[in-house]
């Protein structure tokens, strides 16, 4: 068990490198349980979660070598068992994602229920829905066991555009027979990494990147090269340290084209960037100011699915608007536990009322105190983390590990550019 002590209030500068997105490696590596040839990832970042679900896939059978920084590669020649190992997947919520390619691939999936973040309730009957709709059954009890013995594109319209419910139907359909249409899909750049590898290794997916994918199943796939995207969550989150720190920071393979929504809610505090090819360049000297709506109107930042402001970086927004001129009501809309973490947020001196689950009015600036902390969740985390660079003094940050989860290197990239933070035994 380790934590964080940091030495808040110092400037930062330099440049930081965006790490490969997480919730595309997870599912692509998920992915490589479809074909029995060798899959090389790059890109891969190497956090808690990757180092999880490598275990998991090694126990069903999957060989996993590591021959660069990285870079990894998968040969799910001889899967030995349909049954995904209790202990490693209900350390994240990702373990759902090995549902869809062992159905697919052997015919049946048997998983314990996922764990993970602690942001509330996260329903799964989507995921069960896409499979009934491809001709699986499914049996609950103390675990999930989905069988099939043969499966069927169809056209589905999913109840909710979750995410891992779209990248589970989209594993499952490309090995179906026939064609499948998922409605009212999930988007996001993570979906489209996927679509991407699946497309590499053989499969035939139209309409990626929107809400509306065509799937026309294929016999097999094969072996594949392929490159994860950068982070955008982690991009964010280094915006949002740059401007409450007052610091320049230039932020390395950034994908700017996957910030045209982030960077909109940033300019309702009045929070501006440069780019520069693939790299994101934050200035120092910004007036962190409320730009109130039309008519004196209090301005709001609310989540939605792709393309609107990610769910994931409400936290982040919520210690950003704590050090800016003005009142902003940040509303979180998906997950009914994931704002209570702003009591810690108060209790270093920031101005919020938390009005229900979802929404929290903040009014700034506040001079946030140093203080004690702990991580209910990967973003609760890093915006302590934010919250206690830009504090006097020194802060404590306990539960690391969800942290770590999400975050490359974290203590060392933040250290690179001028943080005072160190990772010490509890």
């Given at each position: 068990m380790y934590k964080y002590v940091i030495e808040g209030n110092r400037p930062l500068s330099g440049k930081i490198k965006a790490s490969g997105n997480k919730n595309a490696a997870l599912p692509c590596i998920c992915a490589t349980l479809l074909t029995g040839e060798k899959v090389v990832l790059r890109n891969i970042p190497e956090i808690e979660d990757v180092r999880v679900m490598t275990d998991v896939v090694r126990e069903l059978g999957v060989t996993v070598e590591k021959t660069g920084d990285g870079v990894f590669s998968f040969e799910a020649k001889n899967i030995r068992t349909t049954v995904v190992p209790k202990e490693g997947a209900q350390k994240m919520?990702?373990?759902?994602?090995?549902?869809g390619p062992l159905l697919a691939r052997c015919r049946r999936a048997i998983l314990p229920p996922p764990g993970g973040d602690v942001i509330g309730r996260r329903r799964l009957d989507t995921h069960f829905l896409a499979f009934e709709a491809l001709g699986a059954s499914i049996r609950i009890d103390t675990e999930f066991d989905i069988s099939a013995d043969r499966l069927t594109g169809t056209d589905m319209f999913l109840d909710e555009a979750s995410v891992t419910a779209t990248e589970n139907a989209i594993m499952a359909a490309v090995l179906a027979e026939?064609?499948?249409?998922?409605?009212?899909?999930?988007?996001?750049?993570?979906v489209g990494d996927l679509c991407r590898m699946l497309c590499a290794m053989g499969a035939r997916i139209t309409g990626i990147g929107s809400n509306l994918l065509h799937i026309e199943g294929v016999?097999?796939?094969?072996?594949?090269?392929?490159?994860?995207?950068?982070?955008?969550?982690?991009?964010?989150?280094?915006?949002?340290?740059?401007?409450?720190?007052?610091?320049?920071?230039?932020?390395?393979?950034?994908?700017?084209?996957?910030m045209m929504m982030t960077r909109l809610a940033f300019a309702k505090l009045g929070i501006r960037w440069e780019t520069?090819?693939?790299?994101?360049?934050?200035?120092?000297?910004q007036r962190l100011k409320v730009r109130e709506d039309i008519g004196g109107a209090i301005p709001k930042i609310d989540d939605a699915p792709w393309p609107g402001f990610p769910a994931d970086l409400t936290s982040i927004m919520t210690v950003v608007a704590s050090q800016v001129e003005g009142m902003v009501l940040i509303h979180e809309k998906l997950f009914e536990s994931r704002m209570f973490f702003v009591d810690k947020l108060i209790s270093m001196g920031a101005r919020i009322v938390l009005c229900d689950p979802h929404r929290a009015v903040v009014s700034g600036p506040s001079k946030l105190q140093g203080a004690k902390l702990s991580s209910p969740d990967v973003r609760a985390g890093m915006a302590m983390i934010i919250a206690a660079l830009c504090a006097e003094g020194t802060s404590r940050i306990q539960n690391v590990y969800q942290i770590e989860r999400g975050y490359e290197n974290i203590v060392a990239k933040l250290s690179s550019i001028g943080a005072a933070i160190e990772r010490v035994p509890v």
């Open positions: 919520r990702a373990s759902i994602l090995l549902a026939g064609k499948t249409t998922i409605f009212n899909a999930a988007c996001e750049p993570h016999e097999a796939l094969h072996g594949a090269d392929f490159t994860i995207g950068s982070d955008f969550m982690e991009v964010g989150s280094f915006i949002g340290l740059a401007a409450v720190t007052h610091s320049r920071l230039e932020i390395e393979n950034a994908c700017p084209e996957n520069n090819g693939n790299n994101i360049i934050v200035p120092a000297e």
